[in-house]
């Protein structure tokens, strides 16, 4: 999480008032401390949201590596062959949790990091199925699906209205 200074020295003081809770127990300490906890959380849910919001720029450049990293790994016929990346592939690639490689680009375009992969997929398959005489089950283990199936149900669920036979 991104903090100014201003922001970490509320949290630094947060904690030093539990701290000094702690030391001095008495009938009130459980729950100053609990409101202090709960300030704490409040702080942590402001200034993770607003993260998003203050650095659009970032997160712009996120969503390009995002898209590079996607294109160069349906494009590496290495990677393509081995298996389909996960959340947590993509997000250590570009050294950040799951959850936030999520939400922010949940927050640029309305769509989850796995909601990406299956684009981009879904792009390659569409490319390949133009481009080459492969079969919808050749394409399908090309692309990383142990069973032409599961491809054929993300395809669909992605193009509404269009089914292969596989």
Do not use: C, W
């Amino acid at each position: 999480m991104h903090l100014s200074e201003q922001e970490a020295q509320n949290v630094v003081e947060i904690f030093q008032k539990i701290e000094k809770e702690y030391q001095h127990i008495d009938k009130h300490t459980q729950d100053i401390m609990l409101s202090q906890i709960d300030l704490l959380l409040n702080y942590g849910n402001r200034f993770y949201e607003r993260q998003f919001i203050t650095r659009k720029a970032v997160n712009n450049d996120l969503l390009s590596k995002t898209e590079a990293l996607l294109n160069d790994y349906y494009s590496n016929t290495e990677t393509l062959n081995s298996e389909l990346p996960t959340v947590e592939y993509v997000a250590n690639q570009l050294n950040y949790s799951a959850n936030y490689l999520s939400d922010t680009l949940r927050l640029l375009t309305g769509q989850s990091t796995q909601q990406h992969i299956h684009e981009k997929l879904i792009e390659k398959a569409k490319e390949k199925l133009l481009t080459t005489n492969l079969s919808i089950s050749e394409i399908a283990y090309e692309l990383g699906f142990e069973q032409p199936q599961s491809f054929n149900r993300l395809f669909q669920k992605e193009n509404r209205n269009v089914a292969f036979k596989v």
